[in-house]
């Protein structure tokens, strides 16, 4: 769930949470969840490694630079007091995508005289990225635009759209185009149809030139606080990638990507709904007593032990349950769950963290942190790409998010237990 300022998760998280409406939208995200499951048995057979790897290396590319391409104003449109407000954060909002995207179409094409093999497995596909950071750019607007209207089931639709529409669509796509470009196509297709389903979301009054300013001054603290922090990670992805992308084939990213999908599964499903858990929880024991210690560990608690559980089944029967799912040519995959469980781990745990230092005012230590982080684990990846050897930069990954983030985890932890939140 898109990260939003506390004063606006408030109200979501107490008293709507409890509603229908909220339970609808967790209904249509674990939907789109259920159906790119039940698909992946199909996608594997259909498209091989390389076409999913193509895919893999678009669309997390695409991921990282939709994160900033609104300079995170769209975070704002929750906070909005009116539907003029929101309106005016819309379309402040719409325009820096326009730019965002239209400054990379331009860049893409002054770059094509000397070439894009600098881009790897990313070459092929490069001319598709700025239309589809555009369509991703929307639908951010469209499911923020929607949120600020409370309006849990057309964003419970938008979910599943997105998500289980793109898995359908690839299905579809295999017969006409079996490549990794058929496969983006068939995730813009799906992210258009999206579009749609928020389409109500995204009318409203046309704001005045007076009320874009007022709006963006009110809201200034996202695109100079929370769009640098949000640049540094996307900074830091893309970097990874492009690491990837030039250093091994398309095939082997394929069974690297198909491995990261399938540890995401379970965060797919308890991602959205326990961060919603885990502040409506919060805000009630800061409250209470002033802190939310207890909360943070319960909760955290419960993401290790699920995950263990995952890891334990993974680690005994990985082969033959990949083999079942996959089918026989994705046995190097295994390998790779299996190294990258631990990272992920950690990262699953985390669910809870990024609310934990909303709530402690601890947003300059996590953007430094942040920074570090994405460093290190930069370093371990282009060792692991020095060597020729993806196994073994997966492995120093994993090592890299097991000991930093577990140590900023302990670092929260300790200020939630010992510290009042700060307001």
């Not at 000397?114 to 598709?128: T, V």
């Not at 951010?140 to 309006?151: K, L, W």
Request: net charge positive; glycine share 10%.
């Amino acid at each position: 769930m898109p990260a939003i300022q506390i004063h606006a998760i408030r109200g979501v998280a107490s008293g709507a949470l409890r509603s229908r409406k909220v339970i609808s939208l967790f209904a249509g995200n674990g939907l789109g969840q259920i159906i790119a499951i039940a698909a992946v048995p199909a996608i594997a057979r259909l498209f091989d490694a390389g076409a999913v790897g193509a895919f893999g290396l678009f669309t997390s590319t695409v991921a990282a630079l939709a994160v900033v391409s609104c300079l995170a104003l769209e975070q704002a449109i929750p906070l909005a007091e009116d539907a003029r407000a929101a309106s005016a954060l819309r379309v402040a909002s719409a325009a820096v995508l326009a730019g965002f995207v239209a400054l990379l179409a331009l860049l893409l094409f002054a770059a094509r005289p000397f070439g894009l093999g600098w881009l790897g497995g990313l070459a092929q596909n490069a001319a598709l990225l700025p239309a589809s950071i555009l369509l991703v750019g929307l639908v951010q607007i469209g499911v923020q635009s929607a949120t600020q209207r409370r309006d849990f089931h057309r964003l419970s639709l938008g979910f599943a759209v997105r998500t289980g529409g793109t898995a359908l669509a690839q299905i579809a796509m295999a017969f006409l185009l079996p490549t990794g470009t058929g496969m983006i196509l068939a995730q813009m297709l799906a992210l258009a149809a999206t579009l749609v389903v928020l389409g109500d979301s995204l009318r409203g009054p046309l704001p005045t030139r007076q009320e874009l300013r007022a709006e963006m001054a009110r809201h200034s603290n996202c695109p100079l606080f929370l769009a640098p922090r949000l640049a540094v990670g996307a900074l830091g992805d893309v970097a990874m990638l492009l690491l990837l992308s030039a250093w091994f084939s398309t095939e082997e990213v394929g069974y690297y990507w198909m491995a990261a999908r399938l540890l995401q599964v379970p965060a797919g499903f308890l991602d959205p709904p326990t961060r919603q858990l885990f502040m409506s929880a919060a805000l009630d024991a800061r409250a209470r007593t002033g802190r939310f210690g207890s909360v943070l560990v319960t909760a955290s608690g419960a993401l290790v032990a699920i995950a263990g559980m995952v890891i334990l089944v993974l680690m005994l029967f990985g082969h033959p349950l990949i083999r079942t799912v996959l089918g026989a040519g994705w046995e190097p995959a295994v390998t790779y769950v299996q190294i990258m469980a631990i990272g992920w781990l950690f990262d699953f745990a985390n669910i809870p963290f990024s609310n934990a230092v909303l709530l402690l005012g601890l947003q300059r230590q996590h953007f430094t942190f942040d920074i570090a982080y994405r460093t290190a684990m930069l370093a371990a990846l282009a060792i692991g790409c020095w060597n020729g050897d993806l196994l073994l930069g997966c492995m120093l990954v994993s090592g890299v998010k097991a000991v930093m983030a577990s140590g900023f985890s302990l670092f929260v932890i300790r200020r939630s237990l010992q510290a009042p939140a700060a307001e």
